[in-house]
C-alpha cells in the first residue's frame, strides 16, 4: 500500500505541472501573435532602409565630407557587445545559446582586447545579465527594463546612446548578439554588427544608382538617414528577440506538456498494476485463511 500511496501522490504532481505547463503555453502562444505580427511588419521597412543607407553612405566615399559612422582607420580598439537575452526563463535553450555565442567571441574573437580591458558587455535581459556578472565580465550597464513595455521611443533613447558612445570614440566596434525570429520553433543566433555602418561596395546591387536626385543635398539626407537606420536595426534586434523568447517559451512548454502527459499515462498503468498485484495478494490471504480454518 505504500507503493500504492507514492504513486498516487506523484501522478497527482504531474497532473498539477501539466496543468501549469499547458497555461503557460497558451500564454506564450498568445504574446507570440503579437510579437510575430510586430517583427513581420517592420522586417520589410528596416531591409529596404538599410538597403539604402549603405548604398547612400558609401557614396559619401567620393566627398570631403567626414561620416561619423563610418569605420575608423585609427582608434582605441575598443569593442562593445550589446547581448540580448530575455528577463525569463522556461524557454528551452533560448539564453543558453546567446550566452555561449557571447563567451565564445569573448574568447576567440577578441581575446586581446578582453586581455587588455578593452572589451565591454551591455546587456538587455535579466538572464543574460546574471550569467555574466558571475563571469566576472566588464559589464557596463543592463538595460534589461526595455522588455517591461517594449516601444521604439525606448529603443530609440539606447540607440542614439551606442550612436554617442560611438561618435566620441569610445568604442570603435559595436555589436549585437541576439535571437532571430524564423518561427515558432525555430530561432537563429545572429551577431550582427551594428557600428561602423557597412557600406554597399560599389557596383554591387546596394549601391546607390547614379540618377539618384539628392533634395536638399546629399550630406543632409545621408546624415539624417545614418541615425534613423540605427534605431530601427537596435528596435528590429528587439523585436526579433522578444518573439524568439515566445516562441522557445510555447514550444519548450508544448514538449513539457507533452512529456508531462506520456509520465501520467505511465504512472496510471504502474498504479493500476500495483493496486491490481495489491487486491490478488488480499484475494490470496483470504482463501489460504478459509483453508486453513477448513482444514
Do not use: W
Not at 506523484?10 to 505580427?37: E, F, G, N
Not at 561602423?196 to 546591387?205: D, T
Amino acid at each position: 500500500m505504500a507503493n500504492l500511496k507514492a504513486i498516487r501522490v506523484r501522478l497527482s504532481s504531474v497532473k498539477s505541472t501539466r496543468q501549469i505547463t499547458s497555461a503557460m503555453k497558451m500564454v506564450a502562444a498568445a504574446k507570440l501573435r503579437k510579437a510575430q505580427d510586430a517583427i513581420v511588419q517592420l522586417r520589410p521597412y528596416a531591409d529596404k532602409l538599410n538597403e539604402i543607407q549603405s548604398g547612400l553612405s558609401a557614396a559619401l566615399r567620393d566627398t570631403e565630407v567626414e561620416n561619423v559612422f563610418a569605420a575608423r582607420t585609427k582608434g582605441n580598439g575598443k569593442v562593445l557587445l550589446v547581448v540580448i537575452t530575455s528577463n525569463k526563463g522556461l524557454c528551452g535553450a533560448f539564453n543558453a545559446n546567446v550566452i555561449r555565442e557571447a563567451k565564445r567571441i569573448m574568447a576567440e574573437k577578441y581575446p586581446a582586447e578582453a586581455g587588455r580591458g578593452d572589451l565591454a558587455v551591455m546587456t538587455v535581459g535579466k538572464k543574460a545579465h546574471d550569467v555574466l556578472k558571475k563571469l566576472k565580465c566588464n559589464l557596463v550597464e543592463d538595460h534589461s527594463d526595455l522588455f517591461h513595455g517594449l516601444t521604439f521611443d525606448r529603443v530609440s533613447a539606447l540607440a542614439d546612446k551606442l550612436m554617442q558612445l560611438y561618435m566620441t570614440k569610445e568604442y570603435d566596434t559595436v555589436e549585437i548578439i541576439y535571437n532571430q525570429f524564423k518561427n515558432a520553433a525555430v530561432q537563429k543566433l545572429t551577431v550582427e554588427n551594428y557600428l561602423p555602418v557597412s557600406m554597399a561596395v560599389e557596383g554591387s546591387e546596394k549601391s546607390a544608382p547614379s540618377d539618384y536626385i539628392y533634395e536638399p543635398d546629399q550630406v543632409s539626407i545621408v546624415s539624417e538617414l545614418i541615425p534613423k537606420t540605427l534605431r530601427i536595426q537596435l528596435y528590429r534586434a528587439l523585436l526579433d528577440s522578444f518573439a524568439a523568447e515566445h516562441g522557445a517559451r510555447m514550444t519548450a512548454m508544448h514538449q513539457a506538456t507533452d512529456n508531462a502527459t506520456d509520465l501520467i499515462r505511465d504512472l496510471t498503468l504502474q498504479y493500476n498494476k500495483a493496486r491490481q498485484a495489491s487486491i490478488t495478494n488480499q484475494l490470496l490471504e483470504v482463501v489460504s485463511g478459509a483453508e486453513a480454518l477448513n482444514g
